[in-house]
């Protein structure tokens, strides 16, 4: 295992932190792996695009680049000036929504254990679908997404007994799942161990906040979790010190784990264990592009609608010559005369009117990016898109998969921190509407509904199914509401669809 093999002695160990060209000999817990290290420039752009206008400001020049020769007033005017649009967080939202018009749920034989535990996979209250679809925004877009799934830990017992299922119980103890960051990570190592892929160590920091009086302090930490020669998982906790190396602070052992319960999701094309090509990537590109475009077409306007005086023969005593708003333009006499005029200079109007063209040129080629992971891949006939165009071969639809072999892959390490069989899967839609063709599908099948091909529930869950019945539809309100319509009831006079007697107001409540 390298230079973590004998980490787990007793006592504090110490460890010098990498320098500008870290070795084997002054590699520490900090050292990021080259694949990582890969991914550092396409994720910084991604996080300040997402975090929006104060990053992309604070950005400056990596954003928005300074012309030659202009001056630190006049950029730091014109960055000022420069408006930002958040179109990639709304383009983000309309993918990730889409697995999750319904809700991720249990499949198999679950356990009551099970049943609780998704209802608050990571201790702090969110369920499993919650869960789920922070992990997919995550993954959309960094191109991938991580999380462990850990243990509380626990401590002996006094009279030196092992510990009993009682026992935690009593204490609380439960697994729960941690999403971490990827931008925290420092290394992921993987093999494959009889024909599957594991994960056998991993890297990154941790940020704990302690209470210091009436402030916060926080020592960065680094969380290593591996496998050693004897196949047990062991973690460790690498704190940094004010000379700049790390010291070892805790350790211990992830009982009953034969693999480091780490799970990727991953809808970039993957080159490493965690390298990729995010597709958002590309599109926070083209947001940047259209930032620039924006800039230009403000400044154009402010020239253009602040056009330049010029005085001809009119002597400024200066050869600085300045253009721009509220600018005078001073020339000698040409013929000798000592005569003087004035004029307006303005661009032409045809070139401001093109130039303006270009923000619209540039969020058409966004939009078409935008929508190009629910765009079914080539290949795909028309016979079978004529079938079911829903279920077209589209990115988003592997996406969806990811997702769910990532949640399956956790809850499997979750049945294995229980001690119980692992007879649970997670139900996430892969079935999308069609972006084309909705509407003829619809009348399809209301079509097939009249001729008695099948029946009205049906309809109205192929209807669902197809985004064109919202998802706040629920079947059993609606039955409501057609028996209400066929006695001619009133809507204050709600009735029970199956006796048929009308209820009351605090019985049609609940």
Known sequence: MGWLSDIFGQGPRYVASRGPSATADTAGPDTKSADIESMQHKWK???DVLEGFDAIKAGGERFLPR???????????????????????????????RPFTSSVTLGGNASAMMKTFVEDVDGQGNSLNVFARNTFDSAVSHGV???LVDYTRTLARKDGQPRSLADDKADGVRPF?????????IDVRTQFIRGREVVTHVRFWEYPQVADGFAESCIPQVRVIEINDGGVVYWTI?????????AQTDSGVMKGMTEVPLVRVFTGKQKGTISNKPWSYEL????????RSLARQTEIENFSGWPML?????????????TGPNTVLYSPPSDGTGGSKWEILGPDAALVAEIGKGPERVLDVFSKLAMEPTVPKAGVTATAAGVDNSRAHSAIEAWAGNL???LDEGLAFTAQWLGIADTVTANVSTDFAALTGSTDEAKIIGDAQKRNVISAKTERSELKRRGILGPDFKEEDEELRLAEEQLGLEPEEPMDPVSGNILAFDEAAE
């Open 404 to 406: 769910k072999n990532g």
């Open 67 to 97: 012309f030659e020769k202009e001056s630190e007033k006049k950029y730091k005017r014109r960055l000022h000036d420069a408006p930002w649009r958040p179109i990639v967080p709304d383009a983000l939202e309309n993918i990730t929504a």
């Open 238 to 246: 690498w704190q940094k010190q004010q000379q700049g190396n790390f």
């Open 284 to 291: 926070c590109r083209v947001a940047l592009e259209y930032y």
């Open 177 to 185: 799942w941690c999403r971490i960051p990827v931008c925290n990570l």
């Open 145 to 147: 997404a991580v999380f």
């Open 45 to 47: 752009i991604i996080d």
């Open 310 to 322: 010029a005085g001809q023969g009119i002597a400024k005593g200066t050869d600085e010559i300045e």
